[in-house]
């Protein structure tokens, strides 16, 4: 089994060393007061809180045991992202506000000034995103922080797989007022290109959504619903899926099927890691520097201590494991 | 664009793709029609085979909620809404399997809604 507890990037925009800089600088200045400077933030995705049972009994624990793991971390993350499906979806509105109410309990654990969300398909496309936004405020916003913009784009309320033109229209003007130098960091829940169509890993206008982004040189997208660590290069955009906290699902270059990974009862976290980006301080070309942690499970070492992780979380009782993608 | 223009346009740009490839066999076959019912979590029948060259027209149908059918390499991208039939006319031009999966999330169990499609010569 390959679960990820998410993604830790170290931000550096390193803007003195690259061309136009003074610019950019200039301009969060008379922004937002802001001058650009090196900083961390986190990136869980697809807890998927409401999830439990055959074939995977772990429940919320992948996901607290990464909040108690970013917890620990020697440098506080100036805030977190949580790139969708931050609940499982249920039939019952009652049981889906109890849901996002208890991703909200774990999720404000995490010592962070500041968590960011988007909806995945599993929190808002049944009711167009009406509970989410109940619950989390609006599914796409966008923020500035310490010389880098950040934009959250929702590809799930609309039922199909799409950003849609009023969404799209709205990101076009957010842009529109930055310098073409600008970092900007677009978060989602769905691919913005077509990893795998037919495992539905794509959004129908992420080519919209990439030509808009176009003229900036330097674009990063984060996003998650595949289940597992990605990366493409797309043009001059990187493009960095997150691992799940709660199951991996198959590598779609080797299986015609989309399958999860079957639960491995002796190794629960088993390939569960952590990916840090940094800016590379030698090469001002280079925007972020990769670097995959693997983690163990040491805390919950012998028999009796798997046996405490794969024990049923009584918060959950009576939730379903049915499908999820 | 209203949902009649909608698919109509589909059938126009497959089968401007498929002209040049188009079996003569076929040329001036009346299209074969096949039934396709979409329902939670499922579409039924789960497989169907067509023959490269052959006009044939999807008849789509479903029986509880709205559904998608989407076949991204040909773009084929559709809604199937409850109470009506949607109905497109495609002639396949290339021999091969393809899925088609429902686009429109459906709820716990959606992400198991596909169809294989088996083009022969």
Known sequence: MSLGIGVVYQFAPMLARRAHAGAIEDFFKKANGES????????????????????????????????DLINRAPQRPDFVLFTGDLTHDAESRDVHTQRMQLFKTIAERIHTPAIHTVP?????????????????????????????HFVALDNVSRAHPEVGADQLA????????????????????RPLFDLKPEWEWF???????????????????????????????????KHYAARSLIFAFNDPATNAEKKQMPFDQGQPFNGLGIRLLADNATDPAVTLEVTDVELTTQEFGGVSGIQQLTKPNEALKGSSANDAD | MTPTSKIATIAIVLAAAACTAAAPTYADAAPQVVKITAAKFHFEPDHITLHKGQPVTLQLTSTDATHGFMIRVLKIDTEIKPGKVTEMTVTPATPGSFIAICDHYCGLGHGMMKLKIQVEQ
Do not use: C
Not at chain 1, 48 to 58: A, M, N, S
Not at chain 1, 217 to 233: K, P
């Open chain 1, 36 to 67: 650009p400077q090196t900083f961390t933030f986190a990136q869980f995705s697809d807890p998927h809180v409401g999830f439990q049972g055959p074939p995977d009994p772990l429940g919320t624990k992948a996901f607290e045991h990464a909040v």
């Open chain 1, 120 to 148: 995945g398909e599993n929190d808002a496309a049944l009711d167009g995103g009406v509970l989410y936004r109940e619950h989390f405020g609006d599914s796409h916003y966008s923020f500035d922080h310490k010389g880098v």
């Open chain 1, 170 to 189: 709205w990101m076009k003007a957010d842009i529109a007022r930055f310098p073409a130098t600008t970092p900007i960091v677009v978060f989602t829940h």
């Open chain 1, 203 to 237: 959004t129908a206008d992420g080519d919209d959504v990439m030509n808009a982004l176009s003229p900036y040189e330097n674009v990063t997208i984060l996003y998650g619903h595949i289940h597992r660590q990605n990366f493409a290069l797309r043009g001059n955009v």
